[in-house]
């Protein structure tokens, strides 16, 4: 079974610098996709980076030139680097493996989510 977890939220003022981390623990062989998500309260949960295996990575246009992804492929671990952080970046943060390659049954796990971790932007 594979799990991850997320770690590094909590309050920054605006303007400020977090980073985030998401390890992916289990039975894993590979991982294709790791992806970080965010939910604001009241909102749908909208996609925020994603970082593939082969190094592709891919940004919403509300956090490019502020966000930036990375991942330790022998780790199982990504991160989320945030700069100048604004007030509409506070959301539930989750972190999110795709397709991933397991040394036991059942073979892949496609979609592993995160509990999630709280970033909130305030003065």
């Known amino acids: 079974q594979v799990q991850v977890v997320e770690s590094g939220g909590g309050l920054v003022q605006p303007g400020g610098s977090l980073t985030l981390s998401c390890e992916a623990s289990g039975t894993i062989y590979s991982i294709e996709t790791m992806a970080w998500y965010r939910q604001a309260p009241g909102n749908q949960r909208e996609l925020v980076a994603t970082a593939t295996s082969g190094g592709r990575l891919n940004y919403a246009d509300s956090v490019k030139g502020r966000f930036a992804i990375s991942r330790d492929i022998a780790k199982n671990t990504v991160y989320l680097q945030m700069h100048s952080l604004k007030p509409e970046d506070t959301a539930v943060y989750y972190c999110?493996?795709?397709?991933?390659?397991?040394?036991?049954?059942?073979?892949?796990?496609?979609?592993?989510w995160g509990q999630g971790t709280q970033v909130t932007v305030s003065s």
């Open positions: 999110n493996a795709q397709r991933v390659l397991t040394t036991s049954t059942p073979e892949y796990e496609y979609d592993v």
